[in-house]
């Protein structure tokens, strides 16, 4: 019994992670169609896999822009790689706004459905920032604060000018760099162990999901799923793939994609982008 199961565990471990991954999305949404709303014991699993995850991504995200920065040592260079880094963040973000206003036309997506407020609580105004309060925002009042929120924004400002600061330091700085370094390391390992349950905690997710809601409760929103995964796609390959990894990182689009892989199929199951960072991180290797 125990060779087979040493063989079943070795077999296992031999598959990429993609695909131990999608088995994990097809028993979960197979045992919430069995189960029904039983399912939701498998919720815990889903659960202790985002804490995890959301765990290690704010650490992650410090240690390695500070390093980074520290290794660049240059003012200039810094100011030029973040300049670079808020303009593709905007081009992208007006990109994705024309792209999903196209397909929500094209589609008539919501066209012969009602919306009320009937039962709604009336809110109070909501009032938008300015650009000042905004870039003020960036910057922390307490970076364990940032660190707690996963306030990714006010980390990586942190992390940038801590980063050079050491750079400034000199033999001082080698020595702290040589620490966060470290714990870097550290934080990858500790990522590498959490994905390892990736499947199982991909299981519990759709487990539960599909056994509280069912999969006829797809139906009536079917039109609006298919279209915005239709945007999704076009966006990623034209954006991502085309202009992104194509025309400005000189990179294969298909060994792209092929490395992203895993971190698609995450966010398509747990719907959270930020989870996904260290999957990302990984994919970049």
């Known amino acids: 019994m125990d060779i087979i199961m040493k063989k079943i565990y070795k077999g296992w471990r031999s598959l990429h ?3 131990r991954t999608l088995i994990g999305f097809g ?6 169609v069995i189960l029904g709303p039983q399912a939701s014991i498998f919720e815990f699993l889903g659960t202790i896999l985002l804490r995890l995850i959301n765990m290690v991504v704010a650490p992650l995200v410090l240690c390695l822009l500070i390093s980074a920065a520290a290794d660049i040592n240059d003012y200039r260079t810094l100011g030029k790689i973040g300049v670079k880094t808020i303009a593709v963040f905007m081009v992208t973000t007006i990109f994705a706004v024309i792209v999903g206003m ?8 919501g066209k012969g459905v009602a919306i ?3 039962g709604l609580e009336a809110t109070t105004d909501v009032i938008v920032p300015s650009i000042v309060d905004t870039l003020i925002n960036i910057i922390p009042n307490n970076i364990f604060e940032a660190l707690s929120e996963s306030n990714l924004l006010q980390i990586i400002f942190f992390a940038l000018i801590f980063g050079l600061a050491l750079s400034k330091l000199k033999e001082k700085g080698i020595l702290v760099n040589k620490v966060i370094y470290g714990c870097r390391d550290a934080m ?3 990522t590498n162990m959490v994905l390892e349950i990736t499947p199982l905690g991909v299981m519990g997710i759709m487990a539960n999901v599909v056994g509280k809601y069912g999969i006829k409760i797809l139906l009536p929103y079917g039109k609006v799923i298919i279209v915005t995964f239709l945007a999704c796609i076009f966006f990623s390959l034209l954006i991502h793939g085309l202009i992104m990894a194509h025309f400005i990182g000189k990179l294969n689009v298909r060994h792209f994609f092929f490395e992203m892989k895993d971190a698609i199929l995450f966010v398509i199951s747990t719907c959270s982008s930020l989870a996904t960072i260290p999957l990302t ?4 290797k």
């Open 116 to 118: 009320t407020n009937e």
């Open 27 to 32: 028993i979960g949404v197979t045992l919430g």
């Open 188 to 190: 990858l390992n500790i």
């Open 17 to 19: 992670l993609f695909t």
């Open 281 to 284: 991180l990984a994919g970049t």
């Open 102 to 109: 196209f397909f929500a036309l094209t589609f008539k997506v």
